[in-house]
């Protein structure tokens, strides 16, 4: 991404100049691909906006899949509630007006701490689903972790875009099954692998809905896994009966020492708490762990998962690497999480929102609207690069 002046954010706050030129006099550089995104018809400046216009393109049992959580939706609201209640306290003066926002994560650079995050049922949001998530993100030379239920197979969302890519593995029952599905992962070029442990949802707006995947999709899915005994004359309630017994939900911690007997990719753990959970996961040797509560989407009333970072980040130290997913809407929001030592963020919902409004453009619009929030909050804070955002920089005492 071409960095902005501070000037040219200054005079944004005046109003007296458009997000994509530079201060008078200096030349104006905007690429091709900007230039599509300008062009798409869509004018949304933040993620907000997304949401709205997912409202308006999706039918209202597919938009409220993706947009309501469980239960009473406390932990919903909670994990977008508990950013809004961290105060930012920037020094002045300090004289920065760029900031480098490239990272690495498991040892691969990328542009900036934002990572998309697996999402189930891609397809039902937008007919490209993964692959214009795994296009976008690779233009905006950042990781996207592909869910198994993302509803396209592990090569065809290898084959649709180059950049980094993770897979988020949901295990079938038959470990021969998921033994081919890993080694597929590997052979098409995946970096790591991520098990999301805290399974399952039980949202009242989906079973108002009667919510389900259509029979197409479903079976495209399962075939993807592995299941390729199944084919297209079965009905509907065969599929939906096979997929109901086909995964393991009772996965222990003894899974791990066989999916690490079977693969040299790293692994990370997605959905931890608990500060003992995490001393767990770094003792048998996981390579890091996504803080997370499913998006708010699985138990409700667990804790945002911005409460319970810094506990997480203080015992696993720098043994593996911490990153956060849940509730993260604006840039700020990225750079408190770093502040308390998240080595990056996931955003799930933000993206889809995108997808359902304007495909791989709205994808790569709300990355590039997150990145710059991210950067005025880093040039408004003194902080040249991620390693300067740091607590201190966060008012002392605020309540989570």
Request: hydrophobic residues 45%; charged residues 25%.
């Amino acid at each position: 991404m071409k960095r902005r002046r501070f000037s040219g954010l200054l005079a944004l706050g005046a109003g007296a100049m458009s997000m994509r030129t530079m201060a008078a006099g200096e030349e104006i550089e905007e690429d091709a691909e900007q230039a599509v995104v300008e062009d798409s018809g869509v004018r949304a400046v933040c993620v907000k906006d997304y949401t709205e216009l997912a409202r308006e393109t999706l039918p209202q049992a597919t938009y409220d899949y993706i947009t309501t959580g469980s239960e009473d939706e406390v932990t919903l609201r909670e994990n977008v509630e508990a950013f809004r209640r961290i105060r930012l306290l920037p020094p002045l003066l300090e004289g920065v007006s760029r900031s480098d926002l490239t990272t690495t994560v498991l040892g691969e650079e990328i542009a900036l701490p934002i990572l998309l995050a697996p999402v189930a049922g891609l397809r039902m949001f937008h007919p490209e689903g993964a692959l214009a998530a795994a296009r976008a993100a690779a233009a905006a030379k950042t990781v996207v972790a592909v869910s198994t239920s993302a509803g396209s197979s592990v090569e065809e969302v290898a084959a649709a875009a180059a950049g980094p890519k993770w897979f988020q593995l949901y295990c079938p029952k038959d470990r021969a099954v998921t033994r081919r599905l890993v080694e597929r992962v590997s052979d098409a070029g995946y970096s790591a692998i991520v098990v999301t442990v805290d399974l399952g949802e039980r949202k009242d707006a989906d079973r108002r809905n009667r919510f389900s995947v259509p029979k197409e999709m479903l079976l495209k899915h399962l075939v993807d896994v592995g299941h390729t005994q199944l084919h297209g004359k079965m009905t509907y309630q065969q599929l939906l009966d096979f997929n109901d017994q086909a995964w393991d939900l009772s996965l222990s911690w003894e899974f791990f020492d066989w999916l690490r007997s079977i693969t040299d990719l790293p692994i990370l753990l997605k959905g931890v708490l608990r500060p003992d959970d995490a001393l767990r996961a770094v003792s048998i040797g996981l390579d890091g762990m996504v803080v997370s509560n499913h998006g708010g989407r699985r138990l409700d009333g667990v804790p945002s998962s911005i409460e319970v970072l810094p506990k997480i980040v203080e015992v696993v130290g720098d043994r593996a690497e911490v990153l956060l997913d849940g509730g993260v809407r604006r840039g700020a929001d990225v750079f408190k999480a770093l502040a308390l030592g998240a080595r990056a963020v996931l955003i799930g919902r933000p993206y889809a929102w995108a997808l359902a409004a304007d495909g791989q453009r709205g994808v790569r619009n709300v990355l590039r609207l997150l990145e710059e929030e991210l950067e005025n909050a880093m040039i408004s804070s003194g902080c040249r690069n991620l390693d300067a955002v740091q607590p201190g920089l966060l008012q002392a005492g605020g309540s989570l």
